[in-house]
């Protein structure tokens, strides 16, 4: 049974009804003119993903295995994982030491070896946007707030 | 005993020379200028317009920099600036009367105390517009028809709390007469609308309306003198109207300057008043300047709030 | 009008001023063919850079950076699935299919000349009609622009794919992000929970980095390949003039692509992505094999690229004239404008008659540059990138969207809403929502709030005002055609097979 209910479109489903919800509680603070057009939504949404679930659920009873989101979780958890560290770090000690760093991280730890190729990759890619952005635009990147403080 | 307080007067003592030093020093890093909106505004042209001449009064190698912070109609970009280092490395622009309504319709980080008032370089009057065709082709017509059939005129304008809001509350209180008001997202969707017909009047600025004066019936301006931009223009004082009110744009810093980096700082914006170089630049922009510097600008600050609580606690707009 | 317009044309085949066109176009194609960065965020990094330039050179370089990023965009659409720019999202719907049978090179070359057609055609209506066209927006008020945007959200229903319970859920997320922000008429905030970024609603860039480059970014990562799978040898490209024959049926589409796409850009507020979903669902709607479509029609790339080409010097036709923007990009170059004292107005034309002229002449090269400098070379030289090892595509990839997000508004708080979006967007994309409805929902569905309660408060509340005249009675009765239209269609043909058994 419990199986029953971790099938990915039954959680997307029920996750949707749940922030839907959640999201009706501000809206009811809005004046009626205000809050029409979200507040519809809101009820759409949540009124699809009931009729969602219900379908997701008649297949689960038919026996109908749902496909798995993922081929390798971990992988994708961890590409994620290295992406949202990317931006934090981007955000706390600049944006081209974080960046010198995530490029050949990112390729080296999802099987991409060559340190010649990591190195060259690196130093085009921090060069060209210094060069674009800060030399030729003088568009500035966070420079850390760890410094700045 | 002895050996500490010597070394305190010491320590005392040159934090005094440094002081003195870092006022005659100033500016001897470049200066940070922040734009609550989007590079390319009203408000950015004005700011990177004056830079050059503020450099030039400052003199030494001065150098201003202009840092677009753009967001909530501006709330962003002065909320950054009234909450930097007050040693006058950090400017920004203001805007009113929109920074001192942000204080009264929403929660605001700042509040009127928290600046240096620099100076008022823009002052840019609202004036009163109607559609071509409409037959209200004067300010006595169209306060009759609105005092016949009230709130049957639809008044276009750019978003509650701003300037061309207020123009129209003491309008309404002047006259009695009652308006519908129409919202816009910005002035040019506004005026857009009146030349199309789908509004019936229209409150803008005069910059606004200086390129369009022959699709629109112009029905005066709210100042005390004729304006540069529109010199046949009456004023609405000539017509027997009482109204003086408009948008303006100028520069603050933080809270607590050194006293003689903000009589510097003064000096320089002062001096934009008779450059003739920044006046045409500035024309050419579409910025009718007026300066008004320091106490004057912060009594001005004072009033506008004054005048927006006012209107808030009569006729709450959200 | 037409002497000044010659007059002003020696001024721009100067060398410099040439020049900054020729730099646009590459610069535009580069940068929409990164995924993540636009022609918006490339655009506001200029303005204040141009500050120091000559007037025709800092508008030659924005005309032909537009031109460019808007043909750019079709890059990675087709090759990788990521639009390059919001007007791109319809490129994918052929091009990305036309890629994975091998015919990658052909779509682009399609994407290439018909974005070129489109350009010129739009820079024709620019520098010719650009008076009478302003008229026509003027007719526009917020009850007829109302109609406009349920005319564009009704054509959600042909973006609704497979299964239209997704489909719909997809329609309603993309409409409840946009009214996140200022309520239009208030300014009250709605479900910004006290953040002031977010209180201007949230950017289309945003929403669109998340969504569609994000996925693909983490399937990039999650399947150890060596390549991607469109290699160069696969790509099929021959030269140009050579392909040009397998084009010639497409005139049509062409035609009633720039027809659209100028239609679109002259009505404020809409832009470049909604003439390319538009051109694309007529397009479809008069093939003679619409079962086709989706699966790799080159017809389709060309319905899209011509239409987001076309609306790019129309948008510019109610900018000068009256002050709105008809596009995202065109209001920030509006600014640029403004920078150099080009007030717009009917004054504008008068006053600087050379300088006005003459963008619209870079307007005009830079669509035709396209051409040369989109063909083989750019196309070729971005499917090599494209087959860098996947770990190192996709790291660079992230830098990109990181820069491209960040430098819209030069805050972090964007960059963090755009990681949230990508989860959301891997999670539609592995449990097959369309992401399309969602495009056009954030675009469209804030604009018909605001110009609805707009016309309420002309009309003072009375709801029959929106039905008060001709232009919205025709634009009500389009709408009715295009959603009843084709299941009326479908029964008469179920009928007829029915009376035939």
Same mark, same amino acid.
């Given at each position: ?5 971790t ?11 749940v ?53 390798s979780?971990t ?10 560290a ?33 190195a ?20 500035e ?9 | ?6 070394s ?11 002081g ?44 201003? +920099? ?35 309504? @942000? ?8 509040? @009127? ?13 609202? +004036? ?11 300010i ?11 709130g /049957? ?20 209180e ?6 519908t ?25 005069i ?10 019936? +112009?029905?005066?301006v ?7 931009? /529109? ?5 609405? $004082? ?13 520069f ?9 980096? $903000? /009589? ?13 170089e ?6 050419a ?7 008004v ?10 009033d ?15 | ?44 990094v ?16 924005m005309?032909?950076?537009?031109n460019?990023?808007m043909?750019?965009?079709? #890059? ?17 719907? !052929? ?43 003027l ?6 622009v109302f ?8 054509? #959600? ?68 390949l060596?390549?991607d799978?469109?290699?160069s040898?696969?790509?099929g ?11 010639k ?102 006053e600087?008659? !050379? ?32 087959n860098?090892p996947r770990?190192?595509?996709?790291? =660079? ?41 969602v ?8 604009f ?27 634009l =009500? ?6 959603? =009843?239209?084709? #299941? ?5 043909i ?8």
């Amino acid at each position: 049974m419990s199986n029953r209910l971790t099938r990915p479109e039954t959680l997307t489903a029920l996750g949707i009804v749940v922030v839907a919800a959640g999201f009706l509680v501000p809206a009811a603070a809005l004046r009626p003119i205000s809050a029409l057009l979200p507040v519809a939504m809101l009820v759409g949404l949540i009124g699809l993903s009931v009729i969602l679930l219900i379908s997701d659920q008649r297949k689960a009873a038919a026996g109908e295995a749902a496909a798995p989101m993922s081929k390798s979780p971990t992988r994708v958890a961890g590409a994620f994982a290295l992406i949202v560290a990317y931006a934090v770090a981007t955000d706390l000690i600049g944006f081209y030491v974080s960046t010198v760093v995530a490029v050949p991280l990112t390729a080296f730890l999802f099987g991409y070896r060559n340190p010649l190729g990591l190195a060259l990759a690196t130093v085009i890619v921090v060069g060209a946007i210094w060069l674009i952005f800060d030399f030729g635009m003088s568009q500035e990147f966070p420079a850390g707030r760890l410094w700045a403080a | 005993m002895l050996k500490h307080i010597k070394s305190a007067t010491l320590a005392g003592a040159m934090a005094l020379v440094a002081g003195a030093a870092f006022a005659q020093d100033y500016p001897s890093k470049p200066i940070e200028v922040i734009v609550g909106y989007s590079a390319g505004g009203g408000t950015d042209v004005m700011a990177r317009t004056a830079a050059p001449f503020i450099e030039k009064y400052l003199g030494d190698g001065a150098s201003l +920099v202009v840092k677009n912070m753009p967001g909530a109609s501006g709330q962003i970009g002065v909320t950054e600036a009234a909450n930097a280092d007050a040693d006058g490395y950090t400017l920004g622009t203001f805007n009113l009367p929109g920074m001192m309504a @942000r204080t009264i319709d929403r929660e605001a980080a700042y509040d @009127r105390d928290s600046f240096t008032y620099l100076a008022n370089v823009v002052n840019d009057p609202n +004036v009163i517009v109607t559609t071509k065709g409409g037959g209200l082709d004067s300010i006595d017509k169209l306060v009759e028809e609105a005092k016949a059939n009230p709130g /049957a005129v639809t008044v276009g304008m750019s978003s509650l709390g701003g300037d061309d809001h207020f123009m129209l509350i003491k309008l309404q209180e002047l006259t009695g007469a009652e308006f519908t008001i129409v919202p816009f997202k910005g002035s040019a969707p506004a005026r857009t609308a009146l030349m199309g017909g789908h509004v019936a009047m229209g409150i803008l600025n005069i910059s606004e309306v200086a390129e369009f004066q022959e699709e629109l019936n +112009v029905l005066g301006v709210a100042t005390e003198e004729r304006s540069d931009f /529109a010199p046949d223009l009456p004023t609405f $004082q000539e017509q027997g109207y009482d109204l003086i009110n408009g948008s303006m744009r100028g520069f603050i810093a933080p809270a607590g300057l050194p006293e003689d980096v $903000q /009589a510097k700082l003064l000096d320089a914006f002062a001096q934009l008043e008779t450059d003739e170089e920044f006046l045409a630049a500035m024309k050419a922009t579409a910025n009718p300047v007026e300066v008004v510097t320091g106490d004057e600008f912060k009594t001005l600050t004072s009033d506008l709030y004054d005048l927006a609580k006012g209107v808030w606690e009569a006729t709450p707009w959200n | 009008m037409y002497s000044e317009l010659l007059h002003a044309l020696p001024e721009v085949i100067g060398f410099s001023n040439f020049a900054a066109v020729i730099i646009g176009v590459i610069a535009g194609i580069v940068v929409g063919a990164m995924p993540g960065l636009s022609a918006t965020m490339a655009i506001s990094v200029l303005v204040p850079f141009t500050f120091g330039l000559e007037p025709l050179v800092a508008l030659g370089l924005m005309a032909g950076i537009y031109n460019g990023a808007m043909y750019g965009g079709a #890059i990675p659409a087709v090759l990788l699935r990521i639009p390059g720019t919001p007007a791109a999202v319809a490129t994918t719907f !052929d091009g990305y299919p036309m890629a994975q049978k091998g015919e990658g090179g052909f779509a682009l070359q399609v994407a290439v000349v018909s974005s070129a057609i489109g350009g010129i055609a739009s820079a024709f209506a620019l520098m010719l009609l650009a008076p009478p066209l302003s008229k026509v927006t003027l007719l526009f008020g917020p009850s007829e622009v109302f109609w406009v945007a349920v005319f564009g959200l009704a054509s #959600i229903i042909f973006l609704l794919g497979g299964n239209p319970v997704k489909g719909l859920i997809s329609a309603c997320f993309g409409v409840f992000v946009s009214v996140i922000g200022a309520d239009p008429i208030y300014g009250t905030d709605r479900f910004t929970f006290g953040q002031l970024e977010m209180l201007d609603g949230i950017s289309i860039v945003i929403l669109l980095v998340g969504l569609y480059a994000l996925p693909p970014v983490i399937d990039l990562l999650e399947t150890p390949l060596k390549t991607d799978g469109v290699e160069s040898s696969k790509l099929g490209t021959e030269p140009i003039w050579k392909a040009m024959p397998r084009m010639k049926g497409f005139w049509k589409t062409w035609l009633r692509s720039s027809v659209i796409g100028i239609w679109i850009g002259i009505l404020p507020g809409a832009g470049g992505s909604m003439a390319a979903f538009m051109s694309y669902n007529e397009a479809r709607r008069s093939s003679k094999h619409p079962e086709r479509w989706g699966e790799g029609e080159p017809e389709g790339v060309a319905a899209s690229e011509t239409a987001n080409n076309a609306d790019t010097a129309s948008a510019l036709i109610p900018a000068l004239t009256l002050g709105i923007p008809g596009t995202a990009v065109a209001a920030v170059m509006l600014g640029g404008l403004l920078v150099h004292g080009l007030q717009p107005g009917p004054m504008l034309f008068r006053e600087n008659p !050379d300088v006005v002229f003459g963008f619209m002449w870079q307007f005009l090269f830079g669509a035709i540059l396209l051409i040369l400098l989109g063909g083989s070379l750019a196309t070729n030289s971005f499917a090599r990138l494209l087959n860098l090892p996947r770990p190192l595509l996709g790291s =660079v990839i992230i830098v990109l969207m990181l820069i491209g997000v960040y430098s819209i508004h030069g805050r972090m708080f964007d960059v963090y809403l755009m990681l949230g979006f990508g989860a959301v967007g891997w999670v539609m994309d592995k449990l097959k929502f369309p992401l399309p409805p969602v495009v056009l929902g954030l675009i469209l569905g804030g604009f018909a709030e605001e110009n609805l309660r707009l016309a309420l408060r002309i009309g003072r509340g009375d709801w029959s005002v929106l039905f008060q005249n001709t232009t919205s009675l025709i634009l =009500v009765a389009l709408t009715v055609a295009v959603v =009843v239209g084709p #299941i009326v269609k479908r029964r008469m043909i179920d009928r007829r097979k029915h009376a035939e058994s």
